[in-house]
């Protein structure tokens, strides 16, 4: 579970329980502060990320998962990432940087992570995108974007729009929810 900004390893454990009611969860919180507020990375401005911190986190977490499977005993390659926002860029980075990271990702308003980069193959890695069509921050553009950058990667995407903004919303938990069952079950 990785939080947006501003948010704990706390706000998101409703939604893991709403999308597998029984899973494990290892929640994260961000250990960067922007002007007080955790996130998983530095960014210069809004919607511009500092790609050198971008790449030491990512590999941070990385790090940080492998860890946490030694600690709790859990399978490494059995780990799905749901991500909402800031959390949700830095599990596509995951994606974008390692071969067989994560065995598929819940992406809530996410952006392209980085570009001019090439990306692993993900031959059928499921991964969920939601969106919303009216999203000030991730604009639909970018969202089609990064979809179509993993599906050229082989990544089995489903991209979900809803007609809001930033926001999560029921029904697209609900969604990630019944494709996390059809995905895992």
Known sequence: MLHGTGGTEMDLVPIAERISPGSSVLSVRGNVLENGMPRFFKRLSEGVFDEEDLKYRTEELREFIDEAADKYGFDRHNVLAIGY?????????????????LAGAILLHPMVP?????????????????????????????????AEMLADKNADVTLHWENYGHQLTYAEIDAAANWFRKRFS
């Open 85 to 101: 926002s800031n959390g949700a860029n830095i599990a596509g980075s995951l994606l974008f940087h390692y071969e067989n990271v």
């Open 114 to 146: 980085i570009r001019d980069i090439q990306l692993p193959e993900m031959p059928n890695l499921p991964v969920f995108i939601g969106a919303g069509r009216n999203d000030p921050i991730c604009p639909p553009e970018e969202t089609e974007e990064l």
